[in-house]
């Protein structure tokens, strides 16, 4: 069974940074693209970033390009984004998903989420 | 980058009767691999979004055959013949043909 676990979030300054982890079970991690997309309060689902199975190829939302990166771990099964220079904007859940195929970015399975928000 | 438009934002419907939700895109989201990635996902309330359809028309793992997509190009449906009480939720739809991945707005479906 494919589970994803997000641990890291909490309230932040503006400004801040902050580090959000994903640990991975059920399946063979280093194999799968992941993805980080969050939900604001009350509105839609926004993609935020990506990386392939081996940690070599990423992509970001221009939203948070050059804030945000994202990185793997594969001998811990653990995806990470780090977060810095955040924004009131960035308030949301982040969900941790896995891709559908090694070379396929779209999720199947998403984790329960972990709130972040930004406020001083 | 792609912009997705889903139709109609919000959808009350009486449960065994069918419904359907469009997706609009900005661009084909035909690759040049052949296939073409378009999803649907549901949020139901308060739970992580499910996928329910993957690269148009292929019904994911234990997925209802109430469920059903359709479509090529920039214009996509997704159908649900028979609504039930269980389908409720805020409908998603996503391309993954190029990034940034983008998704409409949602759809709410609600039961009468």
């Known amino acids: 069974e494919v589970q994803l676990l997000e641990s890291g979030g909490g309230l932040v300054q503006p400004g801040g940074s902050l580090r959000l982890s994903c640990a991975a079970s059920g399946f063979t991690f280093s194999t799968y693209t992941m993805s980080w997309v969050r939900q604001a309060p009350g509105k839609g689902l926004e993609w935020v970033s990506r990386i392939r199975g081996s940690g070599s190829d990423k992509g970001y939302a221009d939203s948070v390009k050059g804030r945000f990166s994202i990185s793997r771990d594969n001998s811990k099964n653990t995806l990470y984004l780090q977060m810095d220079s955040l924004r009131a904007e960035d308030t949301a859940v982040y969900y941790c998903?896995?891709?559908?195929?090694?070379?396929?970015?779209?999720?199947?399975?998403w984790g329960r989420g972990t709130l972040v928000t930004v406020s001083s | 980058e792609i912009v997705m438009t889903q139709t109609p934002l919000s959808l009350s419907v009486t449960p065994g009767q069918p419904a359907s939700i469009s997706c609009k895109s900005s661009q084909s989201l035909l690759y040049s691999d052949g296939k073409t990635y378009l999803y649907w996902y549901l949020q139901k309330p308060g739970q992580s979004p499910q996928l329910l359809i993957y690269e148009v028309s292929n019904r994911f793992s234990a997925v209802p055959d109430r469920f059903s997509g359709s479509g090529s190009g920039t214009d996509f449906t997704l159908k649900i013949s028979r609504v039930e009480a269980d389908d409720v939720g805020v409908y998603y739809c996503m391309q993954s043909t190029q990034l940034p991945l983008t998704l409409g707005g949602g759809t709410k479906v609600e039961i009468e």
């Open positions: 998903a896995k891709g559908i195929h090694a070379l396929v970015t779209a999720p199947d399975y």
